[in-house]
């Protein structure tokens, strides 16, 4: 047995030192149109739905039958994520069709039977795969917005889609805004005033800023379900339960 285990314990090492090698001459292909190998496919789903899982467990799904929560969903998906994951009625687009992996047409898969994993992915992204961290620029209410809307979509014809997206308020406080503020407490004026990570495009933001506001001011923005966690001011809780202050 002890024999065994040591056998077992050099062939791992030895295999080890193989796979290093082969990657450092280059035998990796990252190529985005050369497909994993199955067993190399099957153990990062693995990884990634089980990464997923365990982070997601502990969310705090709010009322996604809200229909304002859906309503600012659906104008904030339009603007940004129906060049990968599409439309009702819309084609296929370049990138829906070149990413690897292939983002998921969501007009099928809507939240995937898991409401609190589709936010989990949304808020944080999914590494070298192209589906961004939307949390970085947009408040978990307006995330749970997108989750909501998600959970209509598969039911919704191309009539319907134009309608909720027309009767939305368009794009709110999304679309890869680098400049986090204050912002129903979500983030600190600190951040906003930062160090400048953003400098180029600052001045713009804080124009979209000021008409974001007076949305928010003339009651149309979502009702502010539960968030993940309640978060202070300038803290933020993850559903592992870390908290961290928010860098932007
Ligand atoms: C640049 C392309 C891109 C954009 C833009 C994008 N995504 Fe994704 N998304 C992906 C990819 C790729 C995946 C699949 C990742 C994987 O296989 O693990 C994904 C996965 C997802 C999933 C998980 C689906 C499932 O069934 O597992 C959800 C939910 C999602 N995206 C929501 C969104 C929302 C909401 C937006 C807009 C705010 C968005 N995505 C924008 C590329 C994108």
């Known amino acids: 047995m002890k024999r065994t285990m040591k056998t077992l314990a050099a062939a791992s090492v030895v295999a080890g030192i193989a796979v290093g090698t082969g990657a450092y001459f280059g035998l990796v292909n990252v190529g985005a149109d ?3 190998l199955p067993a190399v496919h099957a153990f990062l789903s693995m990884a990634r739905d089980r990464s997923i899982e365990v982070r997601s467990r502990d969310i705090q799904v709010p009322n996604l039958e809200d229909e304002a929560l859906i309503r600012a969903g659906a104008g904030n998906y339009n603007s940004m994520c129906i060049g990968c994951h599409l439309a009702p009625g ?4 370049e990138l829906s069709q070149s990413l690897y992996p292939a983002p998921p047409n969501l007009t099928e898969v ?5 409401p609190a994993s589709a936010f989990w992915i949304i808020k ?4 070298a795969t192209g589906m961004p961290a939307w949390g970085k620029s ?4 307006y995330i749970w917005g997108m989750v909501a809307f998600l959970q209509q979509l598969p039911e919704l014809d191309a009539e319907q889609y134009q309608n909720l997206v027309a009767a939305s308020s368009g794009h709110q406080h999304g679309g890869g805004e680098t400049s986090m503020h204050n912002h129903e407490g979500q983030h600190g004026s600190a951040e906003a005033a930062g160090t400048g ?3 180029a495009t600052a001045e713009d933001h804080h124009a979209g800023e000021m008409a974001e506001a007076s949305h928010h001011d003339s009651g149309q923005a979502p009702e502010e379900p539960e968030p993940e966690s309640k978060p202070a001011a300038k803290t933020h809780a993850h559903a592992d339960g870390k908290e961290h202050v928010h860098a932007g």
């Not at 819309?90 to 687009?93: I, K, R, S, V």
């Not at 947009?138 to 209410?141: I, K, T």
């Open 90 to 93: 819309t084609a296929e687009t």
């Open 197 to 199: 990570h953003h400098d």
């Open 124 to 127: 944080h992204g999914i590494k």
């Open 110 to 114: 809507g939240v995937d039977g898991n």
């Open 138 to 141: 947009m408040g978990d209410p």
């Open 34 to 36: 050369d497909p994993h």
